[in-house]
Nanobody, 115 residues
Framework: QVRLVESGGGLVQTGGSLRLSCAGS????????MGWYRRAPGKQRELVAS???????NYADSVKGRFTISRDNAKNTVYLQMNSLKPEDTAVYYC?????????WGQGTQVTVSS
């Protein structure tokens, strides 16, 4: 397993930007997929974006064109660049490492977008 620590959340205005970082405790090069999930008040956790070890990406329809997931294997870090933020993006964001044998989760970081 890999321990994950998120950072970069905060309070921003509608239309603003944030970049979330997810730092792994070891190499993430061979992990099948890394992803960002979020849980908004009163809602289930949902997948926001994912990236495979081969670089393929997927995004929730609600964030396409606004969010970009990327990885820097040399730094054992995954990023989520969030632009044109909306109040609907307000949630706790979680980093996830998905492999055949396990799933690892970070502690979460709060993103709040003012209306």
């Amino acid at each position: 397993q890999v321990r994950l620590v998120e950072s970069g959340g905060g309070l921003v205005q509608t239309g603003g930007s944030l970049r979330l970082s997810c730092a792994g405790s070891r190499s993430i090069f061979s992990i099948n997929a890394m992803g960002w999930y979020r849980r908004a008040p009163g809602k289930q956790r949902e997948l926001v974006a994912s990236i495979t070890s081969g670089g393929s990406t997927n995004y929730a329809d609600s964030v396409k064109g606004r969010f970009t997931i990327s990885r820097d294997n040399a730094k054992n870090t995954v990023y989520l660049q969030m632009n044109s933020l909306k109040p609907e993006d307000t949630a706790v964001y979680y980093c996830n490492a998905h492999d055949i044998m396990y799933d690892s989760w970070g502690q979460g970081t709060q993103v709040t977008v003012s209306s």
